[in-house]
T-cell receptor
């Protein structure tokens, strides 16, 4: 059974710092991996999607990498801002179906001004 | 306003009562999903639907019923609520089955069963 782990569960950093969030998964036979952001009291917003054949995806200050063989993905946030404070979740897809998405429990990020 | 909306935003009920959570999307997405989010478990899929009148079970379907008579609506019913069903419920939609397309989430319904 695919398991997705995100460590640490919470992270607090000063504004301006570059940071890395980690995601690991037990079964490397994934179709793709997504990173989501969840603000308090809100739903999830998709940030980046990496296909299994890709190594990384970038959007603005966000860069997500994928190493299938080691079962790891990282989300790099450059020059963090207080507005980046949220919970970040990764999810892996097996065999391409959205009904097969397996979510991690998330890392709660706090960026202090 | 376009998007995916859930109602009610908050709901308190008692054990044994029937509760229906509503989900409405304006994109005409084929696929819709219901998740619950609990501390210590993360997001878990309850039910999903590929189209009107087509539904299937997810990871934790027991105690829940869904229907989809119209593409835009996907209500979730707790037939006889239990305390273990206290959770935050999220509805999501996608234009296709494949995760190559983004999944769009509603803002959630926080349900408390007393």
């Amino acid at each position: 059974k695919q398991e997705v782990t995100q460590i640490p569960a919470a992270l607090s950093v000063p504004e301006g710092e570059n940071l890395v969030l980690n995601c690991s998964f037990t079964d490397s036979a994934i179709y793709n991996l997504q990173w989501f952001r969840q603000d308090p009291g809100k739903g999830l917003t998709s940030l980046l999607l990496i296909q299994s054949s890709q190594r990384e995806q970038t959007s603005g200050r966000l860069n997500a990498s994928l190493d299938k063989s080691s079962g790891r993905s990282t989300l790099y946030i450059a020059a963090s801002q207080p507005g980046d404070s949220a919970t970040y979740l990764c999810a892996v897809s097996l065999r391409g179906g959205s009904e097969k998405l397996v979510f991690g429990k998330g890392t709660k990020l706090t960026v202090n001004p | 306003d376009a998007g995916i909306t859930q109602s009610p935003r908050y709901k308190i009920t008692e054990t044994g009562r029937q509760v229906t959570l509503m989900c409405h999307q304006t994109w005409s997405h084929s696929y819709m999903f219901w998740y619950r989010q609990d501390l210590g478990h993360g997001l878990r899929l309850i039910y999903y639907s590929a189209a009107a009148d087509i539904t299937d079970k997810g990871e934790v379907p027991d105690g829940y019923v869904v229907s989809r008579s119209k593409t835009e609506n996907f209500p979730l019913t707790l037939e006889s609520a239990t305390r273990s069903q206290t959770s935050v419920y999220f509805c999501a939609s996608s234009s296709t089955r494949t995760t190559n397309e983004k999944l769009f989430f509603g803002s959630g319904t926080q349900l408390s069963v007393l």
